[in-house]
């Protein structure tokens, strides 16, 4: 049981290029989160998705895309990489009890972004 | 959106010394959880906790919702106590969280 992985662990990009970042999960878990976290701060949710086939947008979406396939994947996109993508990208995942998703979320081990 | 602040923001600790957190908040919140980060990077999840109190070991936190504030107690810490500590809520679920800056603790040998 690996829990939450994410890769890759590291990229370098060119401002313009393009990346996907892919978190895996293996605990049968229907909600999962895309979150950066810059310098000095706490966490901000960049998208999330309730189930196989949907995403939503969190508090930060502007310039990225994700995408739900499998229930156990889900990919954050970078399609023109720009500076302030600067980040360190974090996936968690959290299951559905009685109707509700607050319930304690896992985090993967994070990606350490840098867009030059 | 709601808006969460930590205090202190750092704090340094001897060994075997007790502490307080304290996450302020703006709005009614139905989700409020505490986590861990490692000085790894790594992000654990140690209470949710939107009333009341809870008890985990060495760490205790306790949610006075009607006041809007939540406080997380670490005794007899631990070297491996040191990370930053961050306090999220929700007023809804974990779809609309907000995190605050986080608390830096150091706990020295």
């Known amino acids: 049981n690996a829990g939450v992985t994410q890769t890759p662990k590291f990229r370098v990009l060119k401002t313009g290029q393009s990346m996907t970042l892919l978190c895996a999960q293996d605990m049968n878990h229907e909600y999962m989160y895309w979150y950066r976290q810059d310098p000095g701060m706490g966490l901000r949710l960049i998208h999330y998705s309730v189930g196989e086939g949907t995403t939503a947008k969190g508090e930060v979406p502007d310039g990225y895309n994700v995408s739900r396939l499998k229930k156990q994947n889900f990919l954050l996109g970078l399609e023109s990489a720009a500076p302030s993508q600067t980040s360190v990208y974090f996936c968690a995942s959290s299951s559905l009890i009685a109707g509700a998703s607050t319930d304690t979320q896992y985090f993967g081990p994070g990606t350490r972004l840098t867009v030059l | 959106g709601i808006q969460v602040e930590q205090s202190p923001p750092d704090l340094i600790l001897q060994e075997g010394a007790n502490s307080t957190l304290r996450c302020n908040f703006s709005?009614?919140?139905?989700?409020l959880q505490w986590f861990h980060q490692n000085p790894w990077g790594q992000l654990i999840n140690l209470f949710y906790i939107p009333s009341g109190t809870k008890q985990n070991g060495r760490l205790s936190a306790t949610t006075v919702a009607t006041e809007r504030y939540s406080l997380l107690y670490i005794s007899s810490s631990q070297t491996t106590d040191s990370g930053v500590y961050f306090c999220?809520?929700?007023?809804?679920?974990?779809?609309?969280?907000?995190f605050g800056a986080g608390t830096r603790l150091t706990v020295k040998p």
């Open positions: 999220a809520v929700g007023r809804y679920n974990n779809n609309d969280m907000r």
């Open positions: 709005d009614s919140v139905n989700n």
